[in-house]
């Protein structure tokens, strides 16, 4: 079977440059699929970095609404190294939501905001809708928190289980897909992709490739 991969860049705030670039890499690696986004966020803002990590699941959720197929979130400096099918292709599509979780992950943390796999499914629509209200709701009230996106995937992960969600999680360790970071955690706090549609007041233009 083959597998087609887009890749989808959510910009805050880019400016000239930036487009044309993306315009450029999308000439350059037709295969890839690139598509893009872009949101104005206020870049002198103290919470913007927390914008930046959280955002991207409200992307992923409006993208599960208008796309016929999964979506995969990732860290914006890790690369994924190992073909897909032969690595997770199975787990994936036998399961809703699944993650790469690390041995090191306390033990109340269900999910880590890592890499995140969302099937195009109801289950998995439903528990990153769930996710995103709660981000969004915390954003809203000022209660930008680091990690806020970690904290809203493990505590609807304990709510699916509690209350009989019926989803289907799947976690998996990173050797099994060697996941590899390539920026120091100092380096590493911004990420790529951020609410493109639906989200309180935010706006966005899709760039075609």
């Known amino acids: 079977m083959e597998y087609?991969?887009?890749?989808?860049?959510?910009?805050?705030t880019p400016n000239a440059s930036v487009l044309a670039?993306?315009?450029?890499?999308?000439?350059?690696?037709?295969t890839l699929h690139i598509s893009a986004t872009?949101?104005?966020?206020?870049?002198?803002?103290p919470t913007k970095i927390v914008a930046f990590a959280c955002r991207r699941f409200a992307v992923a959720q409006a993208m599960l609404q208008h796309l016929n197929a999964?979506?995969?979130?990732?860290?914006?400096?890790a690369l994924w190294r190992k073909p897909?099918?032969?690595?997770?292709?199975?787990?994936?599509?036998?399961?809703?939501v699944m993650v790469c979780q690390p041995p090191?992950?306390?033990?109340?943390e269900h999910v880590a905001a890592g890499f995140v796999y969302l099937n195009n499914t109801p289950a998995a629509k439903r528990y990153i809708a769930q996710a995103v209200a709660m981000i969004e709701d915390n954003l809203n009230k000022g209660k930008a928190l680091w990690f806020l996106d970690q904290?809203?995937?493990s505590a609807c992960h304990h709510e699916s289980i509690k209350h009989k969600w019926g989803t289907r999680f799947a976690s998996t360790a990173p050797t099994a897909a060697e996941p590899v970071s390539i920026a120091s955690p100092v380096t590493a706090s911004a990420k790529d992709w951020a609410a493109m549609t639906g989200i309180s007041s935010i706006t966005a233009r899709t760039m075609a490739p």
């Open 4 to 12: 087609l991969f887009y890749l989808h860049l959510h910009l805050y």
């Open 38 to 45: 872009q949101e104005h966020i206020d870049l002198k803002a």
């Open 151 to 153: 904290i809203a995937l």
């Open 104 to 108: 090191a992950a306390p033990f109340w």
């Open 70 to 77: 999964p979506v995969v979130l990732m860290d914006a400096d």
């Open 21 to 30: 670039h993306v315009q450029t890499l999308a000439k350059q690696f037709p």
């Open 84 to 96: 897909w099918q032969d690595s997770v292709g199975s787990m994936a599509q036998e399961n809703d």
